[in-house]
């Protein structure tokens, strides 16, 4: 059965840097795209990055408005994938949930962890 | 701005059956089937419902069904039931560098 728990959220300040991991079990993580998602409190959700599988080069991509400062990798001996926030702004404040697709290069959400939540705020 | 648009919400009465629209353009969900549906309760992850246009996601009733024309994707929920009162979030796989776009969400009350 597919699992994923996300950790490390909380409160960070602007500027700051914050790693989210994704601890995954039920399968190998570097068989397939690896992909995190967030909401900000009260809105919709938000597409964030995408690690693909190891067959496809564990190549990264992320949306516009993270470009830049966040990084995702993994750790495939751990079975864990990380979401590296740098430079935070208020408007990263969200939820953030981590997702695994269907198919091995599938980025399209298919399993969710349950998110976990950062507050950035002075 | 949601990349896709969903009406913000919808209602209907216990027995009804409702479709949600999710409307993108041809870089999106007029180019292929990789359309998603998500379900969500206050303060709860999202449960996917339909992958792939039409797929029931397991365990999901056979009152939802998805289906597509041209850029707009629909969710039909038939036999509608106080518990499907939520908010329904779209998504569809994209030919741009941001791979997956999300409708803005349609809640949904039953009266």
Redesign the interface.
């Known amino acids: 059965e597919v699992h994923l728990v996300e950790s490390g959220g909380g409160l960070g300040q602007p500027g700051q840097s914050q790693r989210l991991s994704c601890t995954a079990s039920g399968f190998n993580i570097g068989d397939f795209a690896m992909t995190w998602i967030r909401q900000a409190p009260g809105k919709g959700l938000e597409w964030v990055g995408v690690i693909r599988s190891r067959s496809y080069g564990a190549t990264t991509d992320y949306v516009a408005s993270v470009r830049g400062r966040f990084t995702i990798s993994r750790d495939d001996s751990k079975n864990i994938v990380y979401l590296t926030m740098d430079s935070l702004q208020a408007d990263d404040t969200a939820i953030y949930f981590c997702c695994r697709g269907r198919t091995s290069p599938s980025a399209m959400p298919h399993y969710w962890g349950q998110g976990t939540l950062v507050t950035v705020s002075s | 701005q949601?990349a896709l648009t969903q009406p913000a919400s919808v209602s209907g009465s216990p027995g009804q059956s409702i479709t949600l629209s999710c409307t993108g353009t041809s870089s999106d969900i007029g180019a292929h089937d990789?359309v998603?549906w998500?379900q969500q309760y206050p303060g709860k992850?999202?449960?996917?419902i339909i992958?792939?246009l039409s797929y029931r996601?397991s365990g999901v009733s056979d009152r939802f069904s998805g289906s597509k024309s041209g850029n707009t994707a629909s969710l039909t929920i038939s036999g509608l039931q106080a518990e499907d009162e939520s908010t329904f979030?779209c998504?569809s796989?994209t030919e741009t560098?941001?791979?997956?776009?999300?409708?803005?969400?349609t809640k949904l009350t039953v009266l």
């Open positions: 949601s990789y998603s998500f992850a999202p449960r996917l992958y792939e996601a979030y998504s796989y560098s941001t791979l997956v776009v999300f409708g803005g969400g």
